[in-house]
């Protein structure tokens, strides 16, 4: 009697996984193993009725299971994977946007706190304590608390067709707004405050951003309009350090190292650099890295100073007896930054184009400050700041 191929349809169908085609090849497997098994008794078809049905069975059971193995999805075998040893995955932290093209060609950023506002290079600029002199007569700016007070007409003298925009700390309580739709301006959530006056007149409200902008004059409107985060917000924002790019190096002074781009000017100085007055900085600090020992004190007077263009920058401070905190004039955040063995901790002012920050190291009595600019989306100045970390003793 002929050896009789066996239907192993049922058993193949049946097997999760193989394609169609996958099917027909395990069939003509496990046929072509069968046909081998029966080909080597020696026993007749009778004899071989007789034998074990359970032998028989176990051959086409390890044949399918040796079919399943190979070609059952791998995805099944990574779904038992993660059934056994979890994966865990940690969602990255969005950083904030800093929306560059809120600035028009040919204006400059001033920023205050986590908020900045775009006016004209022509404009000048009035940081707090500078008295009213020289002032330009087609636009200022006055950020904080600007000697007229928040609100009020400034008596420095301007052209009656000037333009003059106030940044101030929120005043309003956010629950007045309970009832009012925000409007999205450059990212940022911001509520309109409508004014009844006889010259054009804007004010916004950010309470994400901690400020209210006042704008008065014929660019008023146009100026409010460019109100976006400051490059502070990304540079102290929650998130991942940066990778320090392969053209940046390692400047160390006093006891401290920071990465900075290698085509950066190095200059070293003596003097006192008045880390914390706007104004100087405005006028000596141009970019680069600057490294003060900080021992010969100069004097140099504060106005309001025509707008600069903030600069990618670092300033460190060796902080000598010459220039104590106190006379920085410095506020400290209380939420420092735990960076290697370094404790930085974040001025919440002044707080205009420049991140300064107090760094204290183990091992050293006194803390170095250092000035970091802020300048573009901000991403410069937070890499410079993660960077941070205590000199390798030579």
Not at 68 to 91: E, G, Q, R
Not at 242 to 263: D, K
Not at 367 to 385: D, E, H, K, Q, Y
Request: proline letters at 9%; aromatic letters at 6%; hydrophobic letters at 45%.
């Amino acid at each position: 009697m002929k050896n009789s191929s066996l239907d192993l349809s049922p058993l193949v169908h049946a097997t999760p996984g193989p394609t169609p085609e996958a099917r027909e090849r395990l069939a003509a497997g496990l046929q072509a193993l069968i046909q081998s098994e029966q080909a080597g008794h020696t026993k007749p078809w009778r004899a071989w009725r007789r034998a074990s049905l359970t032998h028989r069975v176990l051959v086409v059971a390890v044949a399918a299971a040796i079919v399943v193995v190979f070609f059952v999805p791998l995805p099944h075998v990574s779904l038992l994977h993660s059934l056994v040893s979890p994966v865990k995955v940690t969602t990255p932290t969005k950083l904030p946007v800093v929306d560059l093209s809120a600035t028009p060609k040919r204006w400059v950023p001033v920023a205050y706190g986590d908020a900045q506002v775009s006016v004209p290079s022509f404009f000048s600029v009035h940081y707090p304590g500078m008295p009213c002199t020289r002032v330009a007569a087609w636009g200022m700016v006055l950020l904080a608390n600007a000697p007229h007070g928040a609100g009020r007409a400034p008596s420095c003298p301007m052209h009656s067709h000037a333009t003059h925009v106030e940044l101030i700390p929120m005043r309003r309580v956010p629950a007045i707004y309970a009832h009012e739709k925000p409007v999205i301006l450059n990212g940022v959530s911001v509520y309109r405050v409508l004014a009844d006056a006889p010259i054009p007149i804007a004010e916004l409200d950010a309470p994400s951003l901690g400020i209210e902008v006042i704008a008065r004059g014929a660019l008023a409107n146009a100026v409010a309009d460019t109100l976006s985060r400051s490059p502070r917000t990304l540079v102290l924002a929650r998130g991942a350090a940066p990778v320090i790019p392969a053209s940046w190096h390692t400047v160390s002074f006093m006891g401290l190292a920071f990465a900075a781009p290698q085509s950066w000017r190095l200059t070293r100085t003596t003097f006192t650099v008045l880390i914390g007055g706007p104004c100087n900085i405005a006028r000596a600090f141009s970019g680069g890295v600057v490294l003060s020992t900080d021992k010969s004190v100069t004097m140099v007077g504060c106005y309001a100073a025509r707008l600069v263009f903030p600069q990618d920058s670092v300033l460190v401070d060796a902080v000598s007896r010459t220039l104590s905190q106190g006379r920085l004039g410095l506020a400290l955040s209380t939420s420092c930054l735990s960076l290697r063995s370094l404790t930085v901790c974040p001025a919440t002012s002044p707080a205009y184009f420049s991140l300064i920050v107090k760094v204290a190291m183990l091992g050293r009595n006194n803390p170095v400050f250092v000035s970091i600019g802020l300048a573009g989306n901000g991403m410069v100045a937070r890499t410079i700041l993660y960077s941070l970390r205590a000199a390798t003793p030579r």
